[in-house]
């Protein structure tokens, strides 16, 4: 059957109307302003009512490394009360000789897990002032990488200072150890699991004289210090008198290396 009706526009002998078109720009319009209603929404859910921006709860990266270190201090502390106490019970009654134990002293000693005190000498590396300029002529004007102390003069430092016949060596407040790793990350001192700022400071117990001259040899801190004398890197030696460096606390158990088969 059919309608008795054609339907307006769709009768013979007329044409179909065309289908009705949105123009572009509005088509993109809707899209961006509905993508921006889902932004903020998400923004919105995520936030749950607080700043984003000045939430003290969201810790930046450097606020989580100063957490970390300080963490790591405070288990150093504990780990070397622990050690005072296990070592409190083995000398109660251990059933070692005169000798082993001798032997064992001399051991720890050269581990420098033992205090040791004598003359010292103590190294303070600092920042260049961050407006720098060059003080000799011929010289280039800083660059901000020359303004800044770097591992490899910490480095220079404290293999200058054991080639000077060292018995210890503090950096900051630790004691440095065969497996201790001197390493710099932007800036900042990562020692043994804790972060330090500059200044620098590295205390060695020996023979001053013998520790200075070796510092004057070293080619490495020669050559830091042209950068002292023409960017005003810092550098401060200075003898300390009699000192009494603490013995290494943290851990002496190896977790990366493995026996060669």
């Known amino acids: 059957m059919s309608n008795s009706a054609d339907s307006p526009g769709t009768g013979p002998g007329t044409e179909p109307a065309p289908a009705r078109r949105f123009p572009p720009v ?11 209603g889902l932004i903020f929404f998400t923004s919105f859910d995520t936030a749950k009512g607080t700043n984003i921006r000045t939430d003290t709860s969201l810790l930046k990266l450097s606020d989580l490394i100063q957490e970390r270190s300080r963490k790591n201090k405070e288990l150093d ?24 134990d001798r032997r064992l002293t001399g051991l720890e000693k050269a581990a420098g897990t033992q205090p040791v005190k004598g003359e010292a000498v103590t190294v303070t590396l600092n920042d260049a002032p961050p407006n720098a300029t060059a003080k000799l002529p011929g010289y280039p004007e800083p660059q901000p990488d020359y303004l800044v102390i770097h591992q490899q003069d910490l480095q220079a430092v404290v293999n ?21 790793a001197v390493r710099c990350v932007g800036n900042t001192l990562i020692l043994q699991g804790r972060v330090y700022s500059p200044p620098y ?17 070293s080619p490495a801190i020669q050559n830091y210090m042209v950068y002292v004398n023409v960017y005003g890197l810092g550098w401060k030696v200075t003898e300390n008198g009699a000192v009494t460096l603490p013995g290494y606390s943290g851990t002496v158990d190896l977790h990366y290396a493995q026996p060669v088969v």
Request: aromatic fraction near 2%; charged fraction near 25%; glycine fraction near 6%.
């Open 26 to 36: 509005r088509i993109l319009t809707v899209a961006v302003f509905a993508l921006a």
């Open 201 to 217: 400071k590295i205390t060695a117990v020996g023979d001053p004289d013998r520790l200075k001259k070796a510092l004057a040899d």
């Open 77 to 100: 502390e504990s780990n070397a009360a622990l050690r005072d106490d296990v070592e409190s019970l083995a000398e109660s009654d251990d059933g070692s000789t005169s000798a082993q």
């Open 160 to 180: 200058a200072l054991w080639n000077g016949g060292a018995q210890g060596i503090k950096v900051m407040d630790q004691r440095l150890i065969s497996t201790s």
